[in-house]
């Protein structure tokens, strides 16, 4: 007791377990009351110190804008509470939270969760791109990276016909031009892949530990660096994963997919766990993409209505001459190919000089209608 009465500081209180016991367990919680009230000049110290012991006390973890604004809120709501039930009872002790202190109090604890927000974003953002960047630095070629920063899916058609529907806060790093016996990408993030086929250049993904090969497929990977697990799923044709550390070869620890088959690499122990029903995984399931539920088989469909599904799939806006082309009925089968293939079926089957046009997700038609 004597020790206390010498505080002058809030860092005092700080290294004092006593002090630390009453605000996180409410220990000695009457001793230090009645300490408190005895001189209102400690009133200030108290309040700041308490705040600062709480701020503290929050985990470590990504603490998103939305959970800061929150938590000021409800501070501002509980200080108007406290407001009216001070104006109308004059307790001594509620004395201790009057506005002014009140006001002190929720400038530190805004200030200590923003800090802790700030710096767990800076620096889980560092890590998170530390494996992203590593995989890059592997590799000679001049590579494009795409970063999407927006809300909805974007689509990248890549230089051999093949297209990748980026999810947001996700980048994929890719060449021009393929060149060579390999067609090589990079991913940090979510992306549904849909590969042209070509059995002479196979087609890799890299994302985190793991390696994707396929010829000509599609199929989603889910490889946020924060994450804990990477997964990849096959919608159609056939997929081999492997661990980056064994390269581009086959390897008896390769696991191969086959359409509506998942595997789940937990990064911690660097096992595959493969899943042979997506549709019985409550995790796979929930996560899935309109672009893997749709079905692209049509027949005798208003070609309306096939663009309308595109559009649902891809997330696309589509742009085509209405009245001309609704009597157009088509027949075809657009399963198993990138966007641009699609697009350039759906234009041949129209005929009289249709064509398209993409520009982002933003797709334009041209016709003067159907043969």
Not at 61 to 90: D, F, G, H, P, R
Request: proline fraction near 3%.
């Amino acid at each position: 007791m004597q020790k206390r009465n010498n505080y002058t500081q809030t860092k005092d209180f700080l290294g004092d377990d006593s002090f630390r016991q009453w605000i996180l367990q409410n220990k000695n919680a009457s001793n230090w009351e009645n300490w408190t009230l005895e001189n209102p000049e400690r009133t200030k110290l108290v309040q700041e110190a308490r705040l600062w012991i709480l701020a503290m006390k929050v985990e470590e973890t990504q603490m998103l804008t939305a959970t800061v604004e929150s938590a000021l809120e409800n501070t501002w709501k509980k200080i108007a509470l406290k407001e009216t039930t001070l104006k109308s009872v004059q307790n001594p002790k509620s004395k201790i939270w009057n506005n002014h202190w009140f006001r002190s109090a929720a400038a530190v604890l805004v200030i200590a969760l923003t800090f802790s927000w700030s710096y767990n974003n800076y620096f889980n953002s560092a890590e998170d791109n530390r494996v992203y960047q590593e995989l890059l630095t592997e590799n000679k070629e001049g590579l494009v990276e795409q970063t999407n920063n927006s809300k909805k899916p974007q689509i990248i058609t890549l230089s051999d016909g093949s297209s990748v529907l980026l999810q947001p806060k996700s980048k994929l790093s890719y060449p021009n031009i393929f060149t060579g016996n390999e067609r090589k990408v990079y991913l940090s993030g979510e992306a549904f892949f849909e590969i042209s086929k070509n059995k002479r250049k196979p087609f890799f993904v890299f994302a985190n530990e793991i390696v994707t090969k396929v010829v000509g497929t599609s199929f989603r990977i889910c490889a946020f660096e924060n994450q804990p697990n990477v997964e990849v799923i096959v919608r159609t044709g056939k997929v081999k994963v492997h661990s980056k550390d064994q390269g581009t070869k086959t390897s008896s620890d390769e696991v191969i997919l086959l359409p509506n088959e998942a595997v789940r690499f937990v990064r911690e122990t660097a096992k595959f766990n493969k899943i042979t029903d997506i549709t019985k995984d409550a995790i796979l399931k929930q996560a899935a993409k309109n672009i893997e539920q749709l079905s692209f088989d049509f027949t005798d469909i208003p070609v309306s209505q096939i663009f309308k599904t595109i559009e649902q799939a891809y997330e696309v806006e589509i742009d085509f001459p209405k009245e001309k082309l609704k009597n157009c009925h088509l027949t075809t089968s657009l399963i198993d190919q990138p966007l641009p293939e699609k697009l350039k079926i759906i234009c041949k089957s129209i005929g009289n000089n249709t064509s398209y046009e993409m520009n982002g997700n933003q797709i334009i038609i041209t016709s003067q209608g159907c043969n």
